[in-house]
């Protein structure tokens, strides 16, 4: 009987590391202009995301929805929906925040935490920039239903916020399902994409602060 039991766990075991695999370095670089070129394609996106955080404070994660509209090459509008309304709008240089249903255009200090995050989003959107190893590590992983990229960060501003990014991508659609934002006290924000379109009309209003 025990043997029994050790040769599951010795299985079960093997199944759970060979679950995760890393890629090498050719597999990365072709991987990266794969996803780059089927970015590239994206005019348009529209979808709704949910969003978890997980904090050591809390007994319960926090739980929060809302949609992600982005026009190439610049402008994205990313606005909670529930349980609060607040919503950032990038729009080429300009960034504009909503809160209480009062719109505020930021200067560039008071947005460069938003416009940080925002850059982000647009990058796994349109490809640009994502994989920068002058701001990131890059590792990639076969996580089995789908690419994974493990992002420590490089640059100073991107160090004070965050230990670690991860950039979940389909592996079909080579788009981005999900992002996990790991913070320097282990706080963990996990953000998943769903209903995603693309390249349909978008009406050029959510880009303003009407």
């Known amino acids: 009987m025990k043997k029994l039991v050790l040769s599951f766990l010795f299985v079960a075991l093997g199944l759970f590391v060979s679950a995760q695999t890393q890629l090498s ?7 990266i202009t794969s996803i780059t070129k089927s970015a590239a394609s ?3 996106m529209q979808c709704r995301f ?9 007994a319960e994660p926090t739980v929060s929805e809302g949609t992600l509209y982005y026009a190439a090459p610049d402008k994205m509008r990313w606005e909670y929906t529930s349980p609060y309304q607040f919503a950032l709008i990038v729009n080429g240089a300009q960034t504009i925040r909503i809160r209480d249903g009062k719109a ?3 200067d560039a200090n008071q947005g460069k935490m938003y416009r940080g995050m925002a850059d982000l ?3 796994s959107a349109s490809g640009k920039k994502l994989f920068d190893t002058s701001v990131f590590d890059v590792m990639f992983y076969d996580d089995g239903t789908c690419w994974k990229a493990e992002m420590t960060p490089k640059r100073r501003d991107m160090k004070r916020m965050f230990s670690q990014l991860v950039f979940r991508f389909n592996k079909q659609t080579q788009i981005i399902d999900q992002v996990d934002f790991v913070e320097l006290k282990g706080d963990l924000t996990t ?4 209903s995603i379109q693309l390249n349909d009309a978008v009406d050029e209003t959510v880009f303003s602060n009407f």
Do not use: A, P, R
């Open 191 to 194: 953000i998943h994409f769903e």
């Open 25 to 31: 370095s050719t597999q990365c670089d072709e991987l």
């Open 121 to 123: 989003i647009m990058g």
């Open 42 to 44: 994206i005019q348009t």
């Open 104 to 106: 505020e255009t930021l």
């Open 50 to 58: 949910v969003q978890q955080k997980t904090m050591s404070m809390l």
